[in-house]
């Protein structure tokens, strides 16, 4: 629901009545993840979507009908072996919806407006919704902030808002959208409500050293998959704004220098394409040493060579080396600085989410790859 937050949030500060439809489990080849929404108004207006196109109708129905008698509904959608163009999912997956109208005088308005204002905004913010449970509390949300205030009730007992706080903080702060089972009076034992969580967060950041016409073409990659995009250089005549016009921000400093100071975390994207010893050597170092999701360096595999002697020079370990993609990108074959651009962000594409960066045609795993994960002791599911 929070992907179309922007919509949303118009149509709540403009007092339309509507029903969101959003996508609370998936298995098999299902086109859309957890999270996805597609919304329907009083008018019949849409925005969103659930499934690219296999159920909309089916899903259409389902939101006109909730505006009309006021009710949230849960409805599964999976493939029909006898008609596979039915009502039903084609590529052989199956969709679980949650249907929740929200009218202007209903009990959560005031959640969905925090959450979805917050989103609009850019700021980090999850909502948490009931969606397996008692009739009565399908469709409930709380709305939870980074440092624990909310707004709304999930309600049955006064220990339960707490609990489904402190979970909907755990996968806010992971910047994760999942599922977590919980009993309604907030213990773990015998659990009977499924809460959906959606996380936003400020976007992944993507650090390009290097400033040259590969690096121009990242950027314009990176901004199109969603980050932040930092250019750094030592360079002044090469960092500069008429260069990178789509870069969110450009840096002129020694790339270690910047780095020491830069904030990355988890979903951080490193690409270090100066293939200068003098830059690449010390910036590695620093980088390997750092929590990041993908580090990357360009040259040739020679280069490659000499810059992994350097780096083990330097102390680093046989973990810290394995992080590195050298040289960066899949092998696409590619030529130009466009498509170079494009191996490199296949390759980021494929780690973030476990992929083999193996043609499909050839390949016998899911083309949706499970990355779905349980902390421990608890019953949640998570997808990135």
């Not at 957890?34 to 196109?53: E, K, M």
């Not at 789509?246 to 910047?258: G, L, M, N, Q, T």
């Not at 020491?260 to 975390?265: E, F, Q």
């Amino acid at each position: 629901m929070l992907d179309i937050a922007d919509e949303l949030s118009r149509w709540l500060e403009e007092g339309r009545d509507f029903a969101v439809a959003t996508v609370v489990a998936v298995s098999g080849s299902a086109p859309r993840g957890p999270g996805a929404a597609l919304a329907v108004d009083a008018d019949g207006t849409v925005i969103g979507s659930v499934s690219g196109g296999c159920v909309e109708g089916a899903v259409y129905d389902l939101c006109a009908q909730a505006l009309a008698d006021g009710v949230a509904v849960r409805e599964r959608f999976g493939y029909s072996d006898e008609d596979a163009f039915a009502v039903g999912l084609t590529c052989g997956g199956v969709l679980d919806i949650l249907v929740t109208p929200i009218p202007a005088d209903g009990p959560d308005r005031k959640t969905f407006q925090t959450a979805l204002t917050a989103a609009a905004r850019g700021e980090a913010v999850a909502l948490a919704r009931v969606v397996r449970g008692p009739a009565r509390l399908l469709g409930r949300a709380l709305a939870v902030r980074h440092d624990g205030s909310y707004e709304g009730e999930v309600g049955g007992h006064p220990d339960l808002d707490r609990a489904v706080v402190d979970e909907t903080r755990s996968l806010l702060n992971a910047g994760r959208t999942g599922t977590f089972d919980i009993a309604q009076d907030g213990s773990h034992c015998e659990p009977d409500l499924t809460l959906l969580v959606e996380s936003i967060v400020p976007p992944p950041r993507m650090l390009v050293f290097g400033a040259i016409d590969f690096a121009a073409a990242l950027v314009r990659v990176g901004k199109f998959l969603g980050y932040h995009v930092t250019v750094c250089d030592a360079r002044p005549v090469f960092a500069t704004r008429s260069r990178f016009p789509e870069a969110d921000d450009i840096v002129v400093d020694w790339p270690h220098r910047y780095l020491h100071r830069a904030r990355t975390d988890d979903r951080t994207v490193v690409c270090v394409l100066t293939h200068d010893a003098k830059f690449d050597v010390p910036l590695l170092e620093t980088a390997l040493r750092l929590p990041a999701a993908y580090i990357g360096a360009m040259g040739s595999r020679r280069t490659h060579e000499d810059r992994d002697r350097r780096l083990r020079e330097t102390g680093l370990t046989e973990a810290e080396l394995t992080r590195l993609h050298s040289p960066i990108g899949l092998d696409l074959g590619a030529r130009t600085p466009e498509e170079t651009a494009l191996s490199i962000a296949a390759e980021i594409v494929a780690a973030r989410h476990g992929g083999t960066g193996l043609p499909l045609s050839d390949s016998h795993t899911p083309i949706h790859h499970d990355t779905d994960g349980r902390r421990p002791g608890r019953s949640a599911r998570v997808a990135a």
